[in-house]
């Protein structure tokens, strides 16, 4: 089995920052997509920032520039660099990593169980 592990979450003020990690464990052939999304109370959980294994990013326009992810791939970790933290980032944090098991397997996703991120004004 595959598990995911964050890491990092708490309550911070607005303006300030806060850092995530998320590693991944157990039987990995290997890990392309890596990321985060977050839902916050009474929405639909969205993508926060993506980076595949080569390095290409993909963030959400709330979060550009302010908010930077990263991976050791040799660790199989995620991370999420949070600055300029404001209110409406409050949510829960969910680490995502597209799994392959083995060289013959296709891959799957999977799900951290999250950590909260409480931003107050």
């Known amino acids: 089995q595959v598990q995911l592990v964050e890491s990092g979450g708490g309550v911070v003020q607005a303006g300030g920052s806060l850092r995530l990690s998320c590693a991944a464990s157990?039987?990995?052939?290997?890990?392309?997509?890596m990321g985060w999304y977050r839902q916050a109370p009474g929405k639909q959980r969205e993508l926060v920032a993506v980076?595949?294994?080569?390095?290409?990013?993909n963030y959400a326009d709330s979060v550009k520039g302010r908010f930077t992810v990263s991976r050791d791939n040799a660790k199989n970790t995620v991370y999420l660099q949070m600055n300029s933290l404001k209110p409406e980032d409050t949510a829960v944090y969910f680490c995502?990593?597209?799994?392959?098991?083995?060289?013959?397997?296709?891959?799957?996703?999977?799900w951290g169980q999250g950590t909260q991120v409480t931003v107050s004004s």
């Open positions: 980076i595949t294994s080569g390095g290409s990013r």
């Open positions: 157990g039987r990995i052939f290997s890990i392309d997509v």
């Open positions: 995502n990593a597209d799994v392959r098991r083995w060289s013959w397997s296709k891959s799957y996703d999977y």
